[in-house]
């Protein structure tokens, strides 16, 4: 035997040393990484102190653990320890360690130690040198392994305290503000989007060629100027129909409902309908701007007394507009965005939510300054559809009469429909088809009259027929009206009403966008429908 065969020999006695060292390693921290599971088990399943954290697949993280903590901590033993094993095992009285000390000490006698060790090693089994004894060992590490595993199946989650309760309710707000911020994030992209895609629309486009048709239209040529107003006319109306349609542009035209309830309307939400009317939302992106501002003040103070007041501000403000929303706009998702923002709001002083709940919070009074910003949008290009319907009848008036000409100076120097819309209206009213500045003495001349009434012959015989219309105040026939003294059922006449008004309104708005009603009858027309209040409906028997 050489000595290559001799140092294989001591390698693989290492090797099994290190073996033994490693199970032992591992043995010792299954029992140590078991009894501290089975601690913070107990104080989480059974006291509900710590989260529920240790279900079944969790047990495997202990003999993950004690493997992993074997593989470090265990050290491959070093040569001269191997060599006093094998010279213990086998009796040699030190031959295997004076062996390895040769190169180190050197002598004489160096051969002769290597020619008995080479013989003496041929009977050396490495086995015998270390042997395995591990089956106590993981006896022992299983059964621990495995107490763990049924506890984690079959022990129930105890909450004495409630704190169990507490963990899972804050946990599900959580997800419900996460999954509500990834919604507002896709809302707002889409409104971005929306707006910038909308920023010259098919409506631009189409006033723009009526404007075109304005500017290019000849006295002489009443049926070509027509056959054009004609053709815009139908696809402007079929376009304000379309945003009429809208629940915004029914809800801007109520009246306010706050004054209906006796609450006095402020000047500023006051403000803010009447910028909406017109298209414009700076006073509300002052608001959400100030809302802003108390929100990064909130986010900034650790005072809780400073907290409580900043977050009393923010409510108050946002119920404010709240009650805005809910009283002059009929827009679902603005109104689960203003309550959607209450609720993050009233989390802001939850531990563990407060963080996330402010960053909610400020994305959406984004979200909310994005919705104001798409509905104003939306009410300018229906005012300016309005204009343009409105310039659009009174050029038919006037190219009757011959007295539309585009190349009028008025005419050019128009800036918009509702410049051509006042101009006209001028023009009709020298032709005494409209309000004009003049003082003529009524019906005999051109401009507004004086008053008074035209001269009639009474003597004069006409079929005039004085009768007073049988119509119904809603679709139906009456087959029977029976009379009866009692207290009436409360809120029914009034809901059939309060739907009948609306009708007649939304009638009455329609017929003075597609027939031809003269521009002098609109702002009475609308005056009276307006003056139908909802409140009229109620029943007092």
């Not at 003496?120 to 490495?126: D, Y």
């Not at 229906?382 to 100076?409: F, H, I, P, V, W």
């Amino acid at each position: 035997m050489s000595t290559a065969d001799i140092d294989r020999m001591l390698r693989r006695v290492s090797f099994r040393g290190w073996t033994a060292r490693a199970g032992g390693t591992g043995y010792r921290a299954v029992l140590v990484l078991s009894a501290i599971y089975g601690v913070l088990f107990i104080l989480s399943r059974l006291l509900a102190l710590l989260p529920d954290w240790f279900g079944p697949e969790m047990v495997a993280i202990v003999p993950a653990a004690a493997m992993l903590a074997a593989v470090l901590w265990a050290r491959r033993p070093a040569r001269e320890s191997v060599s006093r094993l094998v010279d213990t095992a086998a009796g040699t009285k030190d031959l295997f360690l004076t062996y390895t000390l040769l190169d180190k000490c050197g002598g004489e006698y160096g051969p002769l130690v290597s020619r008995q060790a080479e013989e003496k090693a041929v009977e050396i089994r490495p086995s015998k040198v270390v042997a395995f004894e591990f089956r106590r060992k993981v006896g022992l590490a299983a059964l621990a392994l495995s107490a763990l595993l049924l506890a984690a199946i079959f022990v129930p989650q105890s909450d004495p305290f409630g704190l169990h309760a507490e963990r899972d309710e804050l946990a599900r707000k959580k997800k419900e503000l996460a999954d509500a911020r990834s919604a507002m994030q896709i809302r707002i992209e889409a409104l971005k989007k929306k707006r910038e895609a909308a920023a010259v629309t098919k409506a631009d486009l189409a006033i723009e060629s009526l404007e075109q048709v304005f500017r290019t239209a000849k006295p002489e040529d009443r049926e070509g100027n027509l056959k054009q107003l004609i053709e815009h006319q139908k696809a402007l109306g079929q376009m304000w129909d379309q945003k009429r349609r809208e629940s915004l542009a029914r809800a801007l035209k109520r009246e306010d409902t706050a004054q209906r309830f006796g609450q006095a309307d402020s000047k500023k939400l006051s403000q803010w309908k009447e910028e909406l009317k017109k298209g414009e939302t700076e006073a509300i992106r002052k608001e959400l701007g100030e809302m802003g501002r108390l929100l990064k003040k909130l986010q900034e103070t650790t005072d809780p007394a400073e907290q409580e007041k900043l977050r009393e501000e923010l409510r108050k403000r946002l119920q404010e507009m709240k009650e805005f929303a809910k009283s002059n706009l009929d827009m679902a998702d603005l109104d689960q965005a203003l309550s959607q923002a209450m609720e993050q709001l009233s989390m802001c002083n939850c531990k563990g939510l407060s963080a996330e709940s402010m960053a909610a919070l400020g994305e959406s009074l984004s979200l909310l300054e994005q919705q104001f910003g798409d509905m104003a949008d939306a009410m300018r290009q229906l005012q300016s559809l309005e204009d343009a319907l409105d310039a659009l009848r009174m050029a038919k008036a006037l190219n009757s009469t011959g007295k539309l000409d585009g190349a009028q100076e008025g005419c050019r120097n128009c800036g918009g429909m509702a410049d051509y819309a006042a101009y006209y209206r001028t023009l009709l009213g020298q032709c005494g088809l409209g309000a004009g500045n003049g003082t003529g003495p009524g019906m005999g001349g051109a401009g507004t009259g004086q008053g008074g009434l035209a001269p009639e012959d009474e003597g004069q015989e006409t079929a005039f027929t004085p009768e007073k219309s049988r119509s119904e105040l809603r679709p139906g026939k009456m087959l029977m009206d029976w009379k009866v003294k009692g207290i009436s059922n409360k809120g029914q006449v009034n809901e059939e009403y309060l739907a009948t008004v609306r009708e007649v309104q939304q009638n009455a708005s329609e017929a003075i966008v597609h027939e031809e009603v003269p521009p002098g009858y609109h702002d009475t027309i609308r005056k009276y429908f307006g003056t139908i209040n909802e409140g009229d409906g109620k029943n007092d028997e």
